[in-house]
């Protein structure tokens, strides 16, 4: 079974530029995930849909960041226009549907890892 | 809120020694518990899970965790770790009967095993 897939793993960019990441779930995985991790903390949840509704987007930076998740399958994260403290890893995750959801048991992509100079 | 804290940021080993990383959370209400295992440059990985039942749980690469709800701790443990081991390790609460639910993560403890 292919895993959750991200793109790109790396970009770097300067301040002010804009950028998007793109995310592939688990094939039939209906909630998808997007995690910011900054060096030294944990993740945190920006945006978490179900099938192509958003669920949760309460720590999202609605003024800079949007996330879309068309046909309720792969999703686009993009961030414009990008500050130094958006540095961070990206992950992606999915679940699946509502018993994954509610366990709690989440399959994350690796990341692609954003550079704000 | 649900809230975790990872006291420990680094725990350095030497490889077969046994190793505890320990996890308290908050919450008023109750809960289901996770460890995830991040490799270098990989993605987590669900390493165990507590959602119901016997308060100790097994998970993959012969770890184990006990969920202590007097103490609010679920404390994850392996009585002899490898190299491979070496790892960013998260605990991860969330709600419990909530339908729609967020994992909150603690700041991970680096795990680093010396030969």
């Known amino acids: 079974e292919a895993g959750v897939a991200q793109s790109p793993r790396y970009k770097i960019i300067e301040k002010r530029q804009s950028v998007a990441f793109w995310c592939n779930p688990i094939?039939?995985?209906?909630?998808l995930y997007w995690y910011q991790q900054i060096l030294g903390q944990g993740p945190k949840l920006l945006i978490q849909f179900q099938n192509n509704g958003v669920v949760d987007d309460s720590q999202l930076p609605k003024d800079r960041f949007s996330a879309e998740r068309l046909k309720g399958v792969d999703s686009t994260l993009k961030i414009q226009p990008a500050k130094l403290e958006d540095s961070a890893v990206y992950l992606c995750?999915?679940?699946?549907?509502?018993?994954?959801?509610?366990?709690?048991?989440?399959?994350f992509g690796e990341g692609s890892r954003l550079t704000v100079l | 809120a649900q809230s975790v804290t990872q006291l420990d940021s680094q725990v350095p080993v030497f490889e077969e020694a046994p190793v505890e990383l320990r996890c308290n959370y908050s919450?008023?209400?109750?809960?289901?518990l996770f460890w995830y295992v991040q490799y270098p440059n990989q993605g987590l990985q669900l390493l165990l899970k507590y959602l119901s039942g016997s308060t100790l749980v097994k998970g993959i690469n012969g770890f184990e965790a006990e969920f202590n709800k007097s103490q609010t701790s679920f404390h994850l443990r392996k009585p002899s770790v490898h190299i491979s081991d070496t790892a960013e390790y998260f605990c991860a609460v969330t709600r419990m009967n909530t339908g729609f639910q967020k994992l909150v993560f603690g700041t991970g403890t680096r795990l680093l095993v010396s030969p």
């Open positions: 919450s008023s209400v109750s809960v289901y």
């Open positions: 094939s039939g995985h209906a909630t």
């Open positions: 995750a999915s679940s699946a549907g509502l018993a994954g959801a509610y366990t709690g048991e989440l399959f």
